[in-house]
């Protein structure tokens, strides 16, 4: 992953970690996890433990549900 994407997705981490689920959608498949962030053509796969954002998954939209 380039630098610039990684530093795109920890900034938009921080901004959302404030209040998480207005900015997320629940996942159909709970297997893979609860939720996800959509930042560009990336996706963040996440649940929520108490008040922690807990992060599973990142990775591309092409393949990061298989």
């Given at each position: 992953m380039e630098e610039n994407v990684k530093?795109?997705?920890?900034?938009?981490?921080?901004?959302?970690a404030k209040e998480p689920l207005k900015h997320a959608r629940r996942l159909i498949d709970p297997k893979i996890g609860g939720y996800r962030f959509?930042?560009?053509d990336y996706r963040i796969i996440f649940d929520i433990d108490a008040d922690t954002i807990v992060v599973l998954r990142v990775g591309h939209r092409r393949s990061i549900y298989r």
């Open positions: 530093l795109r997705i920890a900034r938009k981490l921080k901004e959302y959509r930042i560009g």
